[in-house]
């Protein structure tokens, strides 16, 4: 149940990967000043996306959406 959960929910983490990076880029690129996590775009990507994953995971779970 817990596998099919993350499986299910994988579109969001990835979804949120890419937004975060293109957005994280563009607004670096333009000059203004951007909060990173490590000074990096990709990881600060990196943990949004597996933070809306988590999240749709958990949420898939508790409210029983399989």
């Known amino acids: ?7 299910q929910s994988a579109g ?4 949120t990967f ?4 293109i ?3 563009l ?3 333009s000059g203004k000043k951007v909060r990173l996590l ?3 775009v990709v990881y600060t990507a ?3 996306g ?5 999240f749709a995971a958990v949420l898939r779970l508790v409210v029983g959406m399989t």
């Open 18 to 21: 890419l937004g975060v990076l």
């Open 23 to 25: 957005m994280m880029f």
């Open 46 to 48: 990196l943990v949004a």
């Open 27 to 29: 607004m670096r690129r």
């Open 38 to 40: 490590n000074d990096s």
């Open 50 to 54: 597996m933070g809306a994953w988590t």
């Open 12 to 15: 969001v983490g990835v979804g």
């Open 1 to 7: 149940m817990l596998a099919m959960a993350i499986h």
